[in-house]
């Protein structure tokens, strides 16, 4: 059981950190609430009180006995504020401690995170980003606020992220996962692209995007900054990831090849088509009664993953570049025969084989992989949840960073 204290600054969101306190109570944790005065003109103390059993106090002259603007960080294990705001952040960044929360901020030594939630001019105001910038460089982690309706009619950036992502971000610090990424920059891709025919039909394939999610999840929470780029993906991203949304093949490239210029390690994990269709038709092709049906003529895409190989700087080896091959055995080749002559085309350091027979995997929680690294060796992993897959994948990437 950890420690744990649960800072609320003043904003409509912080109705959502009953939520988060919820969560952290149910895992087992034991947590302290500490909210701003502001903070308390959303959610009132009864509440916090009443679900994390203990007393709520806000101010540092209260239960002076206890001194507890020192005492409550001092014994913390992970400090979480949510919602962060504004205001918040900028009082962390600059050392003030004008309160009981800012006070334990200054007195952790202990992980803390920020949850910011605030209008988009605000998050996108360069105070902010200036305040963000220093609170990470500090250690703290600050989660990407998450894009949606904010208050009153306004959407984009600034919307708290859901209690159930901000609880996954700090799983980190609570269940002893190795820090191994950090200070590490990593981009993943997730999911299918798709190749239009005409304005309603598309070539595409059934890659969900979720092991292209847990990989980029597993590698935030190893400490990696990362950078998602998600084809057609209709599922959210996790907490504190950056995700790029993108739709066809070159779309993807593009995107890939951008963010592949300053990662340390880039996991292609998306399922590209290998072919488009020549011609796009401006307008829906028409079903002809008792006429032939059209003929398609397709060419090649690029091969993005043999791409980001390609541009490499001679003999450096960076990035770590990691493909997957979704594979299905014939009468020339086994499943990982195939996987071993895409390995050797593709001259990546490491590919995640997929046997895809039947339509297995795609879209399901579970996964069942053989990992092919550029040495030769052939690691099969018994089928598990894909964030375990995604785990024993980045332990394979970290040993060979270094």
Request: aromatic content about 4%; overall charge negative; glycine content about 8%.
């Given at each position: 059981?950890?420690?744990?204290?649960?800072?609320?600054?003043?904003?409509?969101a912080?109705?959502?950190?009953?939520?988060l306190?919820?969560?952290?109570?149910?895992?087992?944790?034991?947590?302290?609430?500490?909210?701003?005065?502001?903070?308390?003109?959303?959610?009132?103390?009864?509440?916090?009180?009443?679900?994390?059993?203990?007393s709520?106090?806000?101010?540092?002259f209260?239960?002076?006995?206890?001194?507890?603007?020192?005492?409550?960080?001092?014994?913390?294990?992970?400090?979480?504020?949510?919602?962060?705001?504004?205001?918040?952040?900028?009082?962390?960044?600059?050392?003030?401690a004008?309160?009981?929360?800012?006070?334990?901020?200054?007195?952790?030594r202990?992980?803390?995170?920020?949850?910011?939630?605030?209008?988009?001019?605000?998050?996108?105001?360069?105070?902010?980003?200036?305040?963000?910038?220093?609170?990470?460089?500090?250690?703290s982690?600050?989660?990407?606020?998450?894009?949606?309706?904010?208050?009153?009619?306004d959407?984009?950036?600034?919307?708290?992220?859901?209690?159930?992502?901000?609880f996954?971000?700090?799983l980190?610090?609570?269940?002893?996962?190795?820090?191994?990424?950090?200070?590490r920059?990593v981009?993943?891709?997730?999911?299918?692209?798709?190749e239009?025919?005409?304005?309603?039909?598309f070539l595409?394939?059934?890659s969900?995007?979720r092991?292209?999610?847990a990989?980029?999840q597993?590698?935030?929470?190893r400490?990696?900054?990362?950078?998602?780029v998600?084809a057609?993906?209709?599922?959210?991203?996790?907490?504190?990831?950056?995700?790029?949304?993108?739709?066809?093949?070159?779309?993807?490239?593009?995107?890939?090849?951008?963010?592949?210029?300053?990662?340390?390690?880039?996991?292609?994990?998306?399922?590209p088509?290998?072919?488009?269709?020549?011609?796009?038709?401006?307008?829906?092709?028409?079903?002809?009664?008792?006429?032939?049906?059209?003929?398609?003529?397709?060419?090649?895409?690029?091969?993005?993953?043999a791409?980001?190989v390609?541009?490499?700087p001679?003999?450096?080896?960076?990035?770590?570049?990691?493909?997957?091959?979704?594979?299905?055995?014939?009468?020339?080749?086994?499943v990982?025969?195939h996987?071993?002559?895409?390995?050797?085309?593709?001259?990546?350091?490491?590919?995640?084989?997929?046997?895809?027979?039947?339509?297995a995997?795609?879209?399901?929680?579970?996964?069942?992989?053989?990992?092919?690294?550029a040495?030769?060796?052939a690691?099969?992993?018994?089928?598990a949840?894909?964030?375990?897959?995604?785990n024993?994948?980045?332990?394979?990437?970290?040993?060979?960073?270094?």
């Amino acid at each position: 059981m950890s420690s744990i204290v649960l800072g609320v600054s003043g904003g409509v969101a912080a109705y959502k950190a009953a939520l988060l306190l919820r969560l952290f109570t149910e895992a087992g944790h034991d947590v302290r609430v500490v909210p701003t005065e502001a903070a308390l003109e959303f959610v009132g103390a009864a509440t916090w009180e009443a679900l994390s059993g203990k007393s709520v106090q806000t101010g540092t002259f209260e239960n002076v006995p206890q001194v507890p603007h020192v005492a409550i960080g001092q014994h913390a294990d992970l400090v979480v504020v949510a919602p962060a705001t504004a205001n918040t952040l900028a009082k962390a960044a600059h050392g003030l401690a004008d309160d009981l929360l800012t006070n334990t901020l200054l007195t952790a030594r202990c992980p803390v995170v920020f949850a910011p939630a605030m209008h988009t001019e605000m998050w996108e105001n360069a105070a902010t980003r200036a305040n963000v910038a220093t609170l990470r460089g500090r250690g703290s982690t600050v989660i990407e606020p998450a894009v949606g309706r904010l208050t009153g009619a306004d959407s984009g950036a600034g919307r708290l992220p859901e209690p159930e992502d901000i609880f996954a971000a700090c799983l980190r610090f609570l269940d002893g996962r190795p820090q191994d990424l950090t200070g590490r920059r990593v981009v993943v891709s997730a999911g299918g692209t798709r190749e239009f025919l005409d304005p309603v039909r598309f070539l595409g394939n059934r890659s969900s995007g979720r092991q292209g999610l847990a990989l980029a999840q597993a590698a935030a929470a190893r400490g990696a900054e990362v950078t998602l780029v998600a084809a057609n993906v209709s599922l959210p991203a996790p907490a504190g990831v950056e995700r790029i949304d993108v739709v066809t093949t070159a779309e993807l490239r593009d995107a890939v090849v951008k963010a592949a210029a300053t990662a340390d390690a880039v996991v292609m994990a998306a399922a590209p088509a290998d072919f488009r269709p020549a011609n796009y038709a401006d307008a829906k092709i028409k079903k002809v009664p008792g006429g032939d049906a059209p003929t398609i003529e397709l060419v090649e895409n690029p091969d993005i993953l043999a791409e980001l190989v390609r541009s490499r700087p001679s003999g450096s080896g960076e990035p770590f570049i990691a493909g997957f091959a979704a594979e299905t055995g014939d009468e020339n080749a086994t499943v990982v025969e195939h996987a071993r002559a895409k390995l050797a085309r593709k001259g990546c350091d490491l590919l995640v084989v997929n046997d895809v027979s039947a339509g297995a995997v795609f879209g399901a929680d579970d996964n069942e992989v053989i990992l092919l690294t550029a040495d030769g060796e052939a690691r099969p992993l018994a089928r598990a949840a894909k964030s375990e897959v995604a785990n024993a994948i980045w332990d394979t990437i970290v040993q060979r960073l270094g």
